[in-house]
């Protein structure tokens, strides 16, 4: 195994963006020695800086905990640089991987006495962010990141919902990299990906209107039915009444002991005998009319319920088709033995975040599972002539890169669904840690390195009013995305399978039910 922190390409030297090409063994052994009081005063004062060429759209930022800066890249190095100040002894801020899932402008604390933090982006649920600050030269935080006020500000409307950031321990810059494990496109099923979404969108959307009118003439006709039913009934009574009255006639017809008894009786039964077989004639009219009716309710909801399971097919399949034109991140643990998919729906939640698809969480497998295999964080950068240009950010040893990639199996099915229409912006992440449990319907993915201070991330509140990372039992997101779902919602239930795993981590629906969290056992929750 080699016991470095960078990765080069299995062939050739590396192409690295600002940082030397290789961190040394002393390097990593200086690294272990750290201490919370040594992370806080960084070996050189960072300045703010500007690539000199023209920039594109910033694909990640790293921010070095030890060096106290940020560093912004895109598909072609770094872009813009500042010095940062992160989270003092106590409160530091947690190296590991996020992503932005939320911007605000005018942003003031709910936590430190309306504290303004302008041009604030979130980077986990429980307040950990990125945002303008005064800067001492030194960590000086209660756990974000702050920035220069301008600095922050001129970055603010160039950066993206769902955005990566890599927060590390030490120096770490992204190196070019290949390797057979990394996701080709399909250069046909790119073409086609665009056109298929809109085709797609179309069939969801007339399938949506055919379950619409399905499910009126379904109501219609069972409104007509329940109707008929009533006045059968009353036809029915109608019937019945006139029956008996007949009866009486012919009783009283045969009790008759007189020419006057049998005059009388012979009237009433005139009287009565023809309202009694009309009686008899519009119920079995009725009768034959509700039969024929009921058999068309009962048709018209076969028919809804076809519709409507046509419906929720098609939608699917417009969802699949539309986020193969999105980025695809997908997140490998060690410690769960699980990989975890997402992509970003574009739908915006109540509380200002976007919703992320999560419906694909299956086990991996990895070879020597009880070795550590470290974090490691690929990203395509950009197109090129075989399909798309890598890179990786390694922030945690373990193995190098390309020996990590080396252990794992990647389901081949999971394969064939999103590396066809990869695109840049796509990334591969592989580590020893568990999903945060600040990785939930609208996160990324929330990574946070175990063998690190984390005291502004442990110390605050935790998400808890919304379901989180499955962990161990790979399912819990995909909840929200095998049934229909509003952000206004507000009674999403659980279904039974997942029962456990939701008191295992505390959380509450609106019924009001919820159970104690448990403490993780092992690699645990951050």
């Not at 979404?197 to 055919?210: I, S, V, Y």
């Not at 975040?353 to 395509?380: C, K, L, M, Q, Y």
């Amino acid at each position: 195994m080699t016991n470095r922190l960078t990765t080069a390409q299995p062939s050739g030297a590396p192409r690295r963006w600002g940082s030397p090409a290789v961190v040394t063994l002393a390097a990593v052994a200086a690294l272990t020695a750290l201490t919370v009081g040594t992370a806080a005063r960084p070996a050189r004062q960072a300045v703010e800086a500007t690539a000199p060429r023209e920039a594109g759209e910033p694909i990640m930022a790293i921010v070095s905990i030890k060096s106290q800066q940020v560093t912004f890249y895109d598909a072609d190095g770094w872009i813009l640089r500042a010095p940062v100040s992160t989270g003092t002894t106590g409160r530091e801020t947690p190296a590991g991987v996020f992503a932005v899932v939320e911007k605000d402008k005018d942003h003031h604390s709910t936590m430190y006495d309306d504290a303004w933090m302008p041009n604030m982006q979130r980077i986990t649920w429980n307040g950990i962010a990125l945002h303008g600050g005064p800067l001492p030269g030194y960590a000086a935080s209660h756990g974000c990141v702050r920035m220069p006020y301008d600095f922050a500000e001129r970055l603010f409307d160039r950066t993206w919902i769902g955005m990566r950031v890599i927060i590390s321990p030490i120096d770490a810059a992204p190196v070019e990299f290949t390797h057979p494990a990394l996701f080709v496109p399909k250069a046909q099923a790119v073409a086609a990906a665009p056109a298929r979404a809109d085709t797609a969108a179309r069939e969801a959307e007339d399938a949506a209107q055919a379950a619409d009118e399905a499910k009126r003439v379904a109501s219609t006709a069972a409104h007509e039915a329940t109707s008929l039913n009533g006045s059968l009934r009353k036809l029915e009574q109608l019937k019945a009444r006139t029956a008996a009255e007949l009866a009486y006639a012919d009783r009283a017809l045969a009790a008759a002991r007189t020419d006057q008894a049998k005059t009388k009786a012979e009237e009433l039964k005139q009287k009565i005998a023809p309202k009694a077989e009309e009686a008899q004639t519009q119920f079995d009219t009725a009768k034959a009319d509700a039969k024929s009716k009921l058999e068309a309710a009962a048709a018209a909801k076969d028919a809804a319920k076809a519709a409507a399971t046509r419906k929720a097919d098609t939608a699917k399949l417009a969802l699949a088709a539309k986020l193969a034109l999105e980025p695809v991140s997908v997140y490998i643990s060690r410690a769960t033995r699980m990989l975890y998919v997402r992509r970003n729906t574009h739908k915006a939640w109540a509380d200002g975040g976007e919703v992320f698809d999560s419906t694909i969480e299956v086990p991996v497998t990895i070879r020597d599972p009880d070795r550590p295999i470290g974090t490691h964080i690929f990203t395509a950068m950009a197109r090129n002539d075989t399909g798309l240009r890598w890179s990786v950010v390694t922030i945690d040893n373990g193995d190098d890169a390309k020996d990590a990639l080396d252990r794992i199996t990647i389901p081949q099915d999971v394969l064939d669904r999103i590396a066809p229409t990869a695109v840049p912006r796509s990334s591969i992440i592989v580590s020893d840690e568990p999903l945060s449990k600040e990785t939930n319907y609208r996160t990324e993915f929330v990574a946070v390195l175990s063998n690190q201070p984390q005291g502004g991330f442990i110390t605050r509140k935790p998400t808890t009013e919304v379901p989180v990372a499955s962990g161990d039992d790979g399912g819990l997101f995909g909840l929200f995305f095998q049934r229909s779902w509003d952000p206004q919602a507000s009674n999403v239930q659980p279904a039974n399978p997942h029962a456990g795993a939701m008191r295992q981590r505390g959380l509450r629906y609106p019924d009001g039910q919820y159970a104690r969290p448990v403490q993780q056992q092992g690699w645990g929750w951050q």
